[in-house]
């Protein structure tokens, strides 16, 4: 899917709002200096606290903790909430038990990606959707035009219409008393610091928890959403879903019980190292990604009797010649780091691209939007690095390289497994 | 951390005059914005560089910036450790740490430069 789906597509405008404090904006100025901080999703947040190497590395060793509470939480609820999910969403819906949790796509008519998102069933007819913070305005917004009947569902049957239910934003306190935002805790340890918080059942239920399950119970006195969900590639994750005036009481009690604070790099480059897409890189963005090409076709149910974008699914399953692939390579200090865009080279020719890369330990990781056939596993990539600066332009290294171009890379690397777990 | 007696500029290089020679660094807060540096792209010895040209490029995990030349003149020396070392950059910024020695061609480019009250100010307004 080279361009973007034009027939059929939402087009939404985000507001061009001034970036706000995070709700844990106060914890982590006591945490980090302010240089540290940066706009993200029109939330201030921490970069990193120590640095992203050790922040990183807690998280494959110990436990680390991430403030994710700028991601949307959006509750369908009411007779229909099954239906309307079901519709809108890729993945089954229908089949997803109380207490569960499914990743799957939010599409638009013409079959783009909106977001991709995590459904919660916390009762039969109360489910919490999880957003990314970059596309919540827009995931509320086009829910809220599929309710006024605003925007298209099926391209080929016009007249089709689908059952919707209400949707409140959960973050904001002025919705209702059951509000939530959400705190990441993952890594090896992670149990041992929630069950430090937790009394003797609770405990329990922490370990009983299983991967994409979770349970509601109290920390440190908090009502808590516990699940075992997380964005790392950690075997041990846990993310918590709490009333945001507990937030900061929260945080400072995982801190005493050993969760060290990290940033958005290392969220970066720990779900880079685990291959896990980012939206707007591995998925949709400039070469509009879809679900397939990434690597998730599972999580696209085409034997679901209708969702919204199911033909233009149908089509791309059976189509597409490109795909998300994960590359080692070396990363020692003083290897210049390979960056977004820059070429992969397989057999002299460009053969893809650059999407995200991150260093780990000795290595760097990156994922690549590249040919299909050429992105098994062991097969040997070279990248070619394009200018970063004005000397390198005036030295004639290249801003851009084009599919097929003939080149020489850089430096060498292979395809690794698609993703891997810590 | 500002040191006295180096001349700063606003993109966060140093120069320490030394005759008619500047060693030329990135500062402090220059550093702690990138992070840990993973790669030092170093000029060529003889380059001559314009005040605010292109000099070198230091990179992170996170982002690639230009360095530029706080002063004209011509480039005698670099420090070649920084390409396998590039973190000293991090932990020594104002000494082992420094970048390239150039020997200044127009001595009126270290007259525009900010002394270490005057960085310190620029500073706390950004």
Same mark, same amino acid.
């Given at each position: 899917?080279?361009?973007?789906?034009?027939?059929?597509?939402? &087009?939404?405008? !985000?507001? *061009?709002? $001034?970036?706000?404090?995070? +709700?844990?904006? =106060?914890?982590?100025?006591? #945490?980090?200096?302010?240089?540290?901080?940066?706009?993200?999703?029109?939330?201030?947040?921490?970069?990193?606290?120590?640095s992203?190497?050790?922040?990183?590395?807690?998280?494959?060793?110990?436990?680390?903790?991430?403030?994710?509470?700028?991601?949307?939480?959006?509750? &369908?609820?009411? !007779?229909? *909430?099954? $239906?309307?999910?079901d519709? +809108?969403?890729? =993945?089954?819906?229908?089949? #997803?038990?109380?207490?569960?949790?499914?990743?799957?796509?939010?599409?638009?008519?013409?079959?783009?990606?909106?977001?991709?998102?995590?459904?919660?069933?916390?009762?039969?007819?109360?489910?919490?959707?999880?957003?990314?913070?970059?596309?919540?305005?827009?995931?509320?917004?086009?829910?809220?035009?599929?309710?006024?009947?605003?925007?298209?569902?099926?391209?080929?049957?016009?007249?089709?219409?689908?059952k919707?239910?209400?949707?409140?934003?959960?973050?904001?306190?002025?919705?209702?008393p059951?509000?939530?935002?959400?705190?990441?805790?993952?890594?090896?340890?992670?149990?041992d610091?929630?069950?430090?918080?937790?009394?003797?059942?609770?405990?329990?239920?922490?370990?009983?928890?299983?991967?994409?399950?979770?349970?509601?119970?109290?920390?440190?006195?908090?009502?808590?959403?516990?699940?075992?969900?997380?964005?790392?590639?950690?075997?041990?994750?846990?993310?918590?879903?709490?009333?945001?005036?507990?937030?900061?009481?929260?945080?400072?009690?995982?801190?005493?019980?050993?969760?060290?604070?990290?940033?958005?790099?290392?969220?970066d480059?720990?779900?880079?190292?685990?291959?896990?897409?980012?939206?707007?890189?591995?998925?949709?963005?400039?070469?509009?990604?879809?679900?397939?090409?990434?690597?998730?076709?599972?999580?696209?149910?085409?034997?679901?009797?209708?969702?919204?974008?199911?033909?233009?699914?149908?089509?791309?399953?059976?189509?597409?010649?490109?795909?998300?692939?994960?590359?080692?390579?070396?990363?020692?200090?003083?290897?210049?780091?390979?960056?977004?865009?820059?070429?992969?080279?397989?057999?002299?020719?460009?053969?893809?691209?650059?999407?995200?890369?991150?260093?780990?330990?000795?290595?760097?990781?990156?994922?690549?939007?590249?040919?299909?056939?050429?992105?098994?596993?062991?097969?040997?990539?070279?990248?070619y690095?394009?200018?970063?600066s004005?000397?390198?332009?005036?030295?004639g290294?290249?801003?851009?390289?084009?599919?097929?171009?003939?080149?020489?890379?850089?430096?060498?690397?292979?395809?690794?497994?698609?993703?891997?777990?810590? | 951390?500002?040191?006295?007696?180096?001349?700063?500029?606003k993109d966060?290089?140093?120069?320490?005059?030394?005759?008619?020679?500047?060693?030329?660094?990135?500062?402090?807060?220059?550093q702690?914005?990138?992070?840990?540096?993973?790669?030092?792209?170093?000029?060529?010895?003889?380059?001559?560089?314009?005040?605010?040209?292109?000099?070198?490029?230091?990179?992170?995990?996170?982002?690639?910036?230009?360095?530029?030349?706080?002063?004209?003149?011509?480039?005698?020396?670099?420090?070649?450790?920084?390409e396998?070392?590039?973190e000293?950059?991090?932990?020594?910024?104002?000494?082992?740490?420094?970048?390239c020695?150039?020997?200044?061609?127009?001595?009126?480019?270290?007259?525009?430069?900010?002394?270490?009250?005057?960085?310190?100010?620029?500073?706390?307004?950004?």
């Amino acid at each position: 899917m080279a361009e973007k789906l034009a027939a059929g597509a939402f &087009v939404f405008e !985000p507001p *061009a709002n $001034s970036p706000v404090g995070s +709700v844990l904006y =106060n914890e982590h100025l006591k #945490l980090t200096d302010k240089s540290h901080i940066a706009e993200f999703a029109g939330y201030l947040m921490p970069l990193w606290y120590s640095s992203i190497g050790e922040e990183h590395s807690a998280v494959r060793k110990r436990a680390g903790m991430f403030d994710c509470t700028h991601m949307g939480a959006l509750e &369908v609820a009411g !007779p229909n *909430a099954e $239906s309307f999910l079901d519709a +809108v969403t890729t =993945n089954n819906v229908r089949a #997803l038990q109380s207490g569960c949790a499914q990743y799957g796509y939010l599409l638009d008519a013409a079959g783009n990606v909106l977001d991709d998102i995590i459904i919660y069933r916390r009762e039969k007819e109360k489910l919490m959707v999880v957003v990314n913070a970059s596309n919540e305005p827009k995931a509320r917004a086009y829910l809220a035009a599929l309710q006024a009947g605003k925007a298209k569902i099926d391209m080929a049957k016009p007249d089709r219409q689908i059952k919707t239910a209400p949707v409140r934003d959960m973050r904001d306190t002025k919705t209702g008393p059951d509000c939530r935002v959400d705190i990441a805790v993952q890594g090896p340890s992670s149990p041992d610091v929630l069950c430090k918080l937790a009394d003797a059942s609770v405990s329990q239920q922490i370990k009983n928890l299983k991967s994409f399950t979770f349970c509601q119970a109290k920390l440190a006195n908090i009502d808590c959403i516990i699940s075992r969900t997380g964005y790392t590639g950690a075997k041990v994750c846990f993310e918590l879903f709490l009333h945001p005036k507990d937030a900061a009481k929260l945080w400072q009690k995982l801190i005493e019980a050993g969760a060290l604070p990290c940033g958005l790099g290392s969220r970066d480059s720990l779900r880079v190292e685990a291959g896990l897409p980012l939206y707007g890189h591995e998925l949709a963005g400039p070469y509009n990604i879809s679900p397939f090409e990434a690597g998730y076709g599972w999580a696209v149910k085409l034997d679901k009797e209708f969702f919204i974008g199911k033909a233009a699914m149908d089509k791309i399953s059976k189509t597409y010649k490109m795909k998300v692939a994960r590359l080692e390579l070396s990363g020692e200090k003083g290897v210049r780091p390979v960056r977004q865009n820059d070429a992969v080279i397989c057999e002299g020719l460009c053969a893809g691209w650059v999407l995200s890369s991150a260093t780990a330990g000795t290595k760097q990781i990156a994922l690549a939007y590249m040919d299909k056939d050429k992105a098994n596993e062991g097969n040997p990539v070279d990248i070619y690095y394009l200018a970063r600066s004005e000397s390198q332009k005036n030295k004639g290294r290249k801003q851009a390289v084009e599919k097929g171009e003939r080149i020489i890379g850089d430096i060498q690397g292979k395809v690794i497994s698609r993703f891997e777990k810590f | 951390m500002v040191v006295k007696g180096l001349l700063y500029t606003k993109d966060h290089e140093w120069a320490k005059i030394e005759g008619g020679v500047a060693i030329i660094g990135i500062t402090d807060h220059a550093q702690n914005q990138l992070g840990e540096l993973t790669f030092v792209e170093l000029p060529d010895i003889g380059k001559e560089v314009k005040q605010k040209g292109e000099l070198a490029v230091v990179e992170s995990s996170k982002a690639a910036s230009d360095v530029y030349s706080p002063v004209t003149g011509k480039v005698i020396e670099m420090n070649a450790k920084l390409e396998k070392n590039p973190e000293i950059v991090n932990d020594d910024c104002y000494g082992a740490g420094w970048i390239c020695k150039i020997q200044i061609t127009d001595k009126a480019t270290t007259k525009n430069l900010m002394d270490a009250a005057q960085y310190e100010e620029y500073l706390k307004g950004l």
